[in-house]
Every structure is written in C-alpha cells, then in structure tokens.
C-alpha cells in the first residue's frame, strides 16, 4: 500500500519545541486518517532544528464506499417532517425510500445512502493545509508582507517549503497538490545550512532520509544522541577523562544541531576550586556543554565537550577558542558570585526574609523558617535526631536562596547552603540537613536519611501541607500549582524508606501550633485571675463567645477571642458562681471547639495522605482497596504500620483461607445491610447464647470469640502476620454457619440473635481491616 511523506521546512525550531511538535504532527496526521476511514500500518515523526518530518505507511488507495441506512419518519407523517427526511439525505422523493414494517411502532421509511470512497491523494490534499494552519506551537510568528493580511500562516518560526508525496514503494510517488500561505508542497527539500544548502529532489521516506544524511542532516533525534554521546565519550577516553553525563542537556544539544561534530575545549585549573556543580551549571546553561571527569581525583577536570553543527576548514579551532573565550568570563563571574557569598555568614542572611512575602496568607518566608524550626525540633527526638542540631539545620536551611549563586542558578539551591554550613564551620549534620532537606523532588530522587536532614525535610514538607490547606488551596485535578502532592508522596517516601514511627496528625496539630492541654491551660489561668480580681468584667458574656468561636471554619486563636469577649462584656452579679467551675466550663467549650476546628483540618490532610500512599503502593503492584480496607479503621495515621498491615493483608488474601473468609465476611455484610435497611436498625450488641439452637451457631461464636481476642493481641503487638493467621481460624466456622444455619429465621428473636451474630463476624475482622472495603 502507498506510503506518505511529509516535511515542513523552516528556520530553526526551538530545540525545546521539538520533540513535541513531532509528536503532535504524528497524532493530528493519523488521528484525522482515521476519522476519514484510512487505516495504516505505521507511523514515525522526526525533528531537526529546520524540519519537521512524518512518514506513514500502510495506507490505503482510496476511502471505502460507505453505505448507510437512515431512519426516517413513519409512514404517513406530516409533509414537514417528510421534507426535513429527504433534504438530510438527499433523496429527490419519498418514493426513493424504503418502508419497514414494525408491527409494534408502525411502519417507518429508511433511507439508504450510498457514499462512494474518495481517492487517499485527494483526502491528503484537502487535511494537510488544515493540520498546518492549525498545529498548537506555544508560541507563534507571522513573517513578511503576507503577514499583513488577514489569516496569515502562524509558525514558530518562519516556514520555507513542504515536502508532500504519495504512493507505492515501486513506483513514481505523486506530489499531495495543496499550499499554504503561498508556499506550494512539493518534493523539494534542503540539506545542511552550510555544508550543503542546494535544493534536493525527494520521491519517499527511505530516498529521503538516505539524501539528507549526504546532505550533512541526520534527521532521527535519536541517532544524533548516539552520536554526541559515543564521540564524547571517546574523546574524554582519548585524555584520560570521563564523560559526565546529562540526559537533559543531551536532549538540546541534539535539537540544536543536524549535523554533530563534537569537539573539546580547556579552562583555567583555577575555576576548580569553585564548587564542581556551580561549574557544571555555568558552562550547561551558558553555552551547553558537558562537563568532563578526572577518574583519578572523582573531580572536574578542568576541560569541556562542546557539539558543533559544522566540520570547520581548520578542525574546529575557532569554534573551540570562542567557547573557552565565553566560558572563561561566565566562570569568572561565578567565581566571584562564590567568593563574595563565604564573605557573609547564612545566619546574617536571614533578617532579609522578613520582607519577603512566602504567601500573602501564610506570611512572611522568616514567619515559615520560624514554624519549621519549631516543628523540626519537636519531630526531631521522633526520628532520633539531635534537637538542637536540627532547630540549627531548620534555621539555616533556606539562607541560601538569598546568595549570589543561587540567585544565578536555581538550581544548585541547597546544595550551595550545605557548602556554605561547612565553610562557616557548622556541623556535618547541619550541613547535610541545608541540601537534603528539598529531597524527595521526585520519584526517581533519593530521601534523605541523616537523621537531622530528615526532621528538617519532614517539617518543611509538612508545614506547607498544613499551611496551603489551612487557607484552603488544595490541589484540585490536574492543578497543583503548589506541588503539594509531591510534598505528600516526599512525607510518605521519607518516613517509609528510612522505617519511622510518626504520629502524623499529632504532627499536624502541632505544626498549627496547637496543644490543646496547653490551650485549656491558658484560658483556665486567664478567667481564673480576672475572675478572682474582679467578678463584675469576668462575667465573659457565653452567648457572644459561642457565636464568635462556633461558626469559625480553620484555626481560632483562643486567647484574641477572650480578649474581644472580655472588652464587650456584660456586668452581671456571679459572685455567687464559683470562679474555678467558670473558668473549667469556659476552658473546656474553648478548647473542643479549637481542637475540632484543628482535628478537622488534620483527619482531610490524613486523608490527602492516603490517597498519595495508594499512588505509591499501586506504584510498586499493591491493591488500592487494601489500604483503604485499612485506613477505614480509623486511627491509621502511622504509615509504616498502615503499609505493613496492607502487606500482610494482600498476603493473608492471596491464599484459599483469605479468599473464603473474605467472601464469608461480605456474605455476613451484604446480610445485614439488606435486614438493616429492612428493619430501619442496627443489629448492634452481643448475641444472647442461650437464643443458640444449632451448633454450628455455638461453634461460630466460640470461634469469634478466640479469634478476636487473639488477633487484638497480635496487632497489638503489631505482629500483623499471626493476626491474619489468627483470622483464618475463622474460616471453617463461618463455612459451616452458612452452609447449615437459616438466618432469617421464622422466630423473630432467633432471627435477630443470628443476625448479631453475623455483625460479631464483622467485627472480629475489623481487628486487622474493614473487609467490606476489599474488592472480590
């Protein structure tokens, strides 16, 4: 079958553009084959900084011919619907229709339209000119004095020719007649810039692909890559260096060059005493080279590798001094960026934070360094850190945003803080805390595990967590402007892979600053000594106080409250009221109503949380309803608990006793939900054994009766193993009750006391996870 090819010739594309644009001309090319009935073989789209290609094969001559039958009104219908029938299908009479008969609906006319297949070229001609006009660049241009009229061509970058043929391998392709913006498709193309600019005639892919490679164009991205790298390689190699790789960097290299020669360039030793990553940043961004290895030292080699997209007349030795001449003045500016930072202390950066703002509702970036301190110091004992270490690492920890080479690279953040921490002579601790504590930043990152790096990583994490929920900006979709659920998957990476035993809504609550027995504490002693100094103003007034507190949603400052109280009180005669009973009522309402606005907050993050946890589980082949049989128990804010439970569980489930208890259990479920919803009551309570006839009945509630006394004493030991083996013993009993016992048994009590019985199963479950939760 006829193949297409495809290319659209311009100035360079952005090399960061690329690779989509490829992708997005393969998926609207095939996508809209599709929708006219074209069916291919295969597809492949390729970028170059001056051209976008596709070629397809596998496609059809021409459209199949289509025929389509369509129901029309009934026999007999008014004129108007009859004529509205033949004008959609484009018969000349009534009688050109068919009549089929229906005994039930009555008899109706039919239609049969025949639509003959169009040949593929002309199909082509008509789509291309569209997907061109409208292909989604993120940014665009118009160009020349056709620019100036309406509906001018928009390209990312001002287009040249089209390439457009079609047809059989064996045979002379035809040119796809169609132009856009005056520029006609054709089977012209151009090779290199430089090295080989003169048109060349192109029938199909493979001719294609094969003239451009003379031409000095190696079209596959791919291929380019693979040539950067083994050639960098082997130069290193040739010198006694190592290649330091970077995918990323790789990826636009490649998009700015068709034709890879790789040449090496040297600096002054004298820039190595600048940090190796502020090297590598500099000479990256600046001039997109990589960087080069001394496997003797495991330092930078005071050399670079730089890709050319031209063979130079003199090996590249213009090339090579116009790169070392760039870089040369970039890592002097970079070497004073280091030097001038080591000239002042981190923590004498930090006053700066004060005037500027983290978010306009959370406050100031010193306000937030002063929450994660405090919060880093009371996980720090948690996680078997040194307090004090940590309370230092928290608060040095951001003072690096504030250097000149952060300033210049982003993206060393953290890492220069660590270097700065050991130049100024502070503790390894702290300083590995100043670089790690930004890790996990993504799946493929690692977590931290010095114990003060984690502290420190988990109170920054959390406090933005708490902070954006508390004002409500959660993430919503797709939308996460705040990265918080990588936050969330960061927490639960932490704690997970370095095995830690955290009370998270403990944490939560503590982040929002909030001890409730402090709290209680507080407003206590306050009404007590006003009351006692003077009972006429203490008579806080109850009503004003509830409706001030009642109604608030988020976190209520207690002690503001009693003060607006106080100011607006009434005076009322209570010296008959005994003060500490006032002060004890007023302290309890308050702290319940402060405590719940807290908890609330807290249990919705939990909940975040376990949804982040069953992305991670599923991630690595867990069931997603597991951890929700588990979270539903209520409670479950230990993570590594909550995953060795899952992990015990999805084993208990993979054998015969786990299937059959589970189905036995949801049997028990789907029961009492029917006679519950029947009965409009729970069948809560013991069962009465002397209502036992059966002794399957008996035997079923002795088995209940050994095995949650025996699986709430394994998961209190946290063995969640033998409380699933202590689970299975449950397994014959309740086979055989179901197998031999009626439960809704004609006597009304009878019926009821199994009833209880069948809720004691569900229960005794709800020891290691809510069964009703588990799919199966």
């Known amino acids: 079958m006829p193949d297409l090819l495809l290319e659209l010739f311009s100035e360079e594309i952005p090399a960061r553009m690329q690779a989509k644009a490829a992708d997005d001309l393969r998926r609207m090319v095939t996508d809209k084959l599709v929708a006219e009935g074209l069916v291919y073989e295969g597809a492949k789209a390729f970028a170059t900084p001056r051209r976008l290609a596709l070629t397809v094969h596998g496609i059809p001559a021409r459209q199949a011919d289509l025929k389509e039958e369509r129901k029309g009104p009934r026999v007999g219908g008014a004129d108007a619907a009859i004529q509205g029938f033949l004008k959609a299908t484009g018969l000349s009479s009534i009688e050109e229709a068919t009549i089929q008969r229906d005994p039930k609906k009555g008899d109706f006319y039919v239609a049969l339209i025949e639509k003959p297949g169009r040949a593929t ?36 970058r001002p287009l040249h020719a089209i390439t457009a043929t079609f047809g059989l391998e064996t045979e002379e392709p035809d040119v796809i007649s169609f132009a856009v913006d005056g520029i006609e498709a054709g089977q012209t193309t151009f090779g290199h810039r430089f090295m080989a600019p003169a048109p060349i005639s192109v029938r199909r892919f493979e001719d294609y692909e094969a003239k451009l490679l003379d031409a000095k164009v190696v079209l596959d991205p791919d ?36 034709w890879p020669v790789v040449l090496m360039g040297s600096f002054d030793p004298e820039y190595l005493k600048v940090p190796g990553e502020v090297i590598r940043a500099t000479i ?57 930072d080591l000239k002042t202390k981190l923590e004498d950066r930090l006053p700066k934070f004060e005037q500027i703002v983290f978010h306009e509702k959370l406050g100031t970036q010193a306000a937030r360094i002063a929450r994660i301190e405090k919060l880093a110091a009371e996980i720090a004992p948690t996680v078997g850190a040194d307090a004090a270490k940590t309370a230092r690492a928290a608060k040095l920890a951001k003072a690096d945003l ?12 953290g890492l220069m803080g660590k ?67 990588r936050a969330a998957l960061g927490v639960i990476r932490i704690i997970l892979e370095n095995d830690l035993r955290l009370d998270l809504e403990e944490i939560v609550l503590a982040s929002r600053g909030f001890d409730i027995e402090q709290e209680a504490q507080a407003v206590h002693d306050r009404i007590v000594a006003s ?47 005994d003060a500490e009973k006032i002060a004890n009522a007023y302290a309890e309402r308050f702290s319940k109503i402060e405590f719940t606005a807290a908890r609330g907050l807290s249990r919705d993050l939990l909940s975040f949380f376990a949804d982040r946890l069953k992305v991670q589980l599923r991630e690595q082949g867990a069931r997603h309803d597991l951890v929700d049989a588990v979270f539903a128990l209520g409670g479950q804010d230990d993570l590594l608990m909550v995953v060795r439970r899952v992990e015990a569980l999805g084993k208990f489930l993979d054998s015969d006793d786990g299937k059959n208890l589970l189905a036995g259990t949801k049997r028990a479920s789907n029961i009492l939900a029917i006679e519950e919803k029947k009965d409009k009551r729970k069948f809560e309570g013991a069962p009465d054994a002397a209502l036992y006839k059966l002794d399957e009945e008996k035997a079923l509630a002795k088995a209940i009766g050994e095995v949650a006394a025996e699986a709430g004493a394994a998961v209190a030991k946290e063995d969640f193993a033998a409380a ?34 069948l809720n004691e199963i569900r229960s005794a479950t709800r020891a290691v996870a809510d069964f009703s939760k588990i799919e199966g």
């Not at 950067?228 to 998009?255: H, M, R, S, W």
């Not at 449950?730 to 009833?755: G, H, Q, S, T, Y």
Request: charged share 30%; aromatic share 8%.
């Open 419 to 485: 270097y700065y921490a050991l130049a100024q002579g502070e503790d390894a601790s702290v300083a590995a805390a100043c670089e790690e504590h930004y890790k996990p930043q993504g799946p493929g990152d690692r977590v931290p595990t010095d114990k003060v790096a984690v502290a420190v990583a988990l109170a920054d994490k959390l406090d933005t967590l708490v902070g954006f929920w508390a004002i409500d900006e959660k993430p919503t979709g797709s939308k996460d402007p705040y990265a918080l659920r």
């Open 531 to 577: 009351v006692l100094a003077d009972h006429t103003k203490a008579a806080d007034h109850l009503a004003e106080l509830e409706a001030a507190g009642g109604g608030t949603d988020g976190y209520i400052n207690l002690n503001e409250l009693l003060s607006r109280a106080e100011a607006a009180g009434r005076i009322a005669d209570i010296s008959h009221i």
């Open 223 to 258: 291929r380019r890559k693979d040539t950067i790298v083994t050639d960098a390689k082997q130069l290193a190699f040739a010198q006694g260096y190592e290649l330091v790789e970077d995918p990323v960097l790789l990826d636009e290299v490649a998009g700015l060059v068709e």
């Open 724 to 757: 699933m083996r202590a689970m299975a013993k449950l397994r014959p009993a309740v086979d055989a009750f179901f197998d031999k016992v009626k439960v809704n048994d004609d006597d009304a009590a009878i019926r009821e006391n199994r009833l209880r019985l």
């Open 284 to 340: 990256r961004n600046n001039q997109k080279c990589f960087v080069v290895r001394d496997p003797k030292t495991g330092g930078l080699a005071p050399k670079f590798i730089l890709t050319a997209n031209i063979e130079a007349t003199d090996g590249g030795k213009t090339i090579i001094a116009g790169n070392e001449r760039v870089i040369r003045a970039r890592l002097s500016d970079a070497k004073f960026f280091y030097e001038t």
């Open 121 to 156: 070229l002309d199909v082509l001609a008509e789509m291309l000119p569209v997907i061109v006009r409208t292909f989604p660049w993120p940014k665009s241009m118009r160009w020349g004095k056709r620019s100036e009229k309406p509906g001018a061509l928009n390209w990312v």
């Open 402 to 413: 504030l250097t000149e080479v952060v300033g210049e690279f982003p993206e060393v953040q």
